[in-house]
């Protein structure tokens, strides 16, 4: 007998609703994209870099500058740099070493690092005595100076050694083929471990040189004395500085610093072993490159974290390049002839016309075209008053546009820094003139004002020098600079500009600003435009509130900002992304070159600068600096 159950649905449809749900989800699963997507995707892998030495040290910024730049351009998988600087040559005893041991097994103990790049001999011992503390099963890369400075047998299985690849052999060389006249050959070295690794890679090559030249190692020496030694060489020779971490006395250098002092001091030629040393003092040399030592232990990370084996890697370092310092061959009478092929010469001064050969064509064509303008429109004058008065304005724009065209991209300083000195002098010239022509005259008074005429005259002359150097190309003076010196200094400069232009003046500095390294008639450049900027935009206002304000205070520990507040019209938030282009400008007769040039003088110090509008009106100008590293402890 066969029963039917009538419960309005068709016979078998939840039998067929499950196998189309089935389908789906075998459809969804299977799908390109979603499990194979989440198996393909690269696992992330973070390099831990450590340092020997401090942050500060020229060679180990350089390197981590480019190890940075290397990652940026796109490695196979996802990679994740840390930094550490060990600070090693500084503190070389066993508290200390126990102290950074405790440090990192405390950062890094709960941290998956798939490999290490330990960089300096200082460092390399230290993690040969107790890197199993802390890494013990982790890839670990050892670079020094030379592989042998430690015994294979102390070294882990998972370790591998790498050498810088100082080139001392060929600089001597390059020494004897410059300076044939030379007989006499001083080597100057530290006493730190990096120092006498190096020291004994040089030591290394001498027996080669033994019957061209007396070689003499000055190694074990207090620093005062060598200084004194270096100034009194004889005339045949020569100084090859390698390294200078500390001294006989323990004390502590930055080998850069001391070797520009030797430099100096020296009467006779100093040559070196790494291209940070160019540019302060050194010939050159046959140069190690600290940027493509960074590009090199990038590429060899890489290959590690790829899964090749550490035994297939090079411990060679790679091939230097002879390197110099023209201003270093001009000032020991070295013939570029006689530089070996493929040498790299840098800091060579170029003309002006080879610098601004565009913008000199441009100021004639601008000069001749309003000459002939104002040679036509003087004769179709028929009052001379007429014609006076529209010569004098066309002599005035003339003068304007040849001020602000002719000096290029450092018309904004000459017009701003040249103008207050000049007017100190004329204020102090006139006062002269009114006391010397008193009954009797007050020749104290007189005395006064001479001085300030003095003052205004150096004043004028260093904004020249700056100006000519900064034309021809020539480091900037880089300094430790007080930021409310700096500021104060501007005020008094464009505090009578704002009295005349009613315009008031409000400063709100920070308590404890820390000093800030910099070029300080540049950072001066880019306040006094930022300020007269301000000055124009609050004229343009008309009557309202006239306010400008000028604040400075500490950004993320590591920078100082320093803002211009105007209370003017504002800028368009469409404009204020175009503003710092070359050439664009919101003012009737402005050449749009002053915004520009103050980002590149502030992104050149490490710094940046940026516009936004004021919630009420006006605009804020904000440019930070870092701070002076000593500063920062």
């Not at 649905?9 to 075998?26: C, D, E, R, S, Y």
């Amino acid at each position: 007998m066969t029963t039917n159950n009538h419960t309005g649905k068709l016979p078998g449809t939840g039998h067929i609703a499950k196998l189309i749900l089935a389908v789906l989800l075998t459809w969804v699963l299977c799908k390109p994209g979603v499990s194979a997507l989440a198996a393909e995707e690269p696992v992330s892998k973070r390099i831990l870099a450590i340092f020997a030495f401090k942050q500060a040290l020229p060679w180990a910024y350089r390197i981590e500058e480019s190890m940075r730049a290397a990652l940026a351009s796109e490695p196979p998988f996802p990679i994740e740099l840390n930094i550490e600087h060990a600070d090693l040559p500084r503190y070389p005893d066993e508290t200390y070493f126990r102290k950074v041991v405790d440090l990192y097994r405390y950062k890094y103990s709960g941290q998956k690092v798939d490999l290490i790049l330990a960089l300096g001999d200082e460092l390399a011992e230290l993690l040969i005595k107790h890197g199993d503390e802390f890494f013990s099963d982790i890839p670990l890369v050892l670079v020094t100076s030379e592989t042998e400075t430690f015994p294979q047998d102390l070294k882990k299985p998972n370790m591998t050694s790498l050498v810088w690849g100082w080139d001392t052999g060929s600089t001597i060389a390059l020494i004897q083929d410059l300076l044939p006249q030379i007989k006499h050959l001083f080597i100057i070295s530290g006493t730190s471990k990096t120092d006498l690794s190096i020291s004994e890679n040089a030591l290394g090559v001498v027996p080669k040189y033994e019957n061209k030249l007396n070689i003499q190692f000055v190694t074990d020496f207090v620093t005062s004395e060598m200084l004194e030694k270096v100034a009194k060489l004889p005339n045949d020779s020569a100084i090859f500085f390698l390294s200078v971490l500390r001294d006989a006395n323990d004390e502590y250098f930055v080998s850069r610093d001391l070797m520009h002092v030797v430099s100096e001091r020296a009467n006779v030629p100093t040559f070196g072993i790494g291209d940070t040393y160019l540019g302060h003092g050194i010939v050159g040399g046959s140069l190690l490159s600290a940027g493509n030592q960074g590009k090199r232990l990038i590429n060899i990370a890489v290959r590690l974290l790829s899964g090749e084996s550490v035994k297939g890697m090079e411990s060679k370092g790679i091939e230097n390049q002879p390197m110099f310092d023209w201003r270093q061959l001009q000032r020991w009478s070295i013939d570029e002839e006689r530089l070996p092929p493929g040498s790299i010469v840098r800091y060579r001064a170029a003309s002006i016309w080879e610098d601004h050969k565009g913008k000199i064509i441009g100021v004639i064509a601008i000069i001749f075209s309003q000459t002939v303008a104002l040679f036509f429109m003087l004769i179709q004058r028929k009052k001379r008053s007429q014609a006076e008065e529209e010569s004098q304005r066309l002599r005035d724009e003339l003068a304007h546009i040849s001020r602000v065209l002719s000096m290029g991209e450092i018309a904004t300083s000459l017009a701003h820094e040249i103008n207050q000195p000049l007017a100190a002098i004329q204020s102090y010239a006139q006062a002269a003139q009114r006391f010397l022509g008193g009954d009797p005259p007050d020749i104290d008074e007189v005395g006064k004002s001479l001085r300030g005429v003095v003052a205004g005259n150096r004043r004028a002359n260093e904004v020249i020098r700056r100006i000519r150097m900064t034309l021809e190309k020539k480091p900037t003076e880089r300094q430790p600079l007080q930021v409310k010196d700096l500021i104060h200094d501007v005020i008094m400069l464009v505090q009578r500009s704002a009295d005349e232009k009613k315009v008031l003046l409000k400063l709100d500095l920070a308590a404890g600003l820390p000093q800030v390294l910099g070029d300080r008639t540049q950072l001066q450049q880019v306040l006094l435009n930022l300020i007269f900027n301000g000055f124009e935009a609050i004229g343009d206002a008309g009557d309202s509130s006239r306010e400008l304000a000028v604040q400075a205070s500490i950004e993320e520990s590591d920078s100082v900002m320093i803002s211009v507040k105007d209370s003017g019209v504002g800028i368009d938030e469409k404009r204020l992304d175009r503003v710092f282009d070359t050439f664009f400008t919101t003012k009737h007769e402005g050449l749009g070159m002053g915004l520009s040039i103050s980002r590149s003088i502030i992104e050149d110090h490490g710094g940046r600068l940026w516009a936004a509008q004021n919630p009420d009106k006006g605009t804020t100008f904000s440019f930070t600096v870092p701070i002076y590293m000593e500063d920062l402890g």
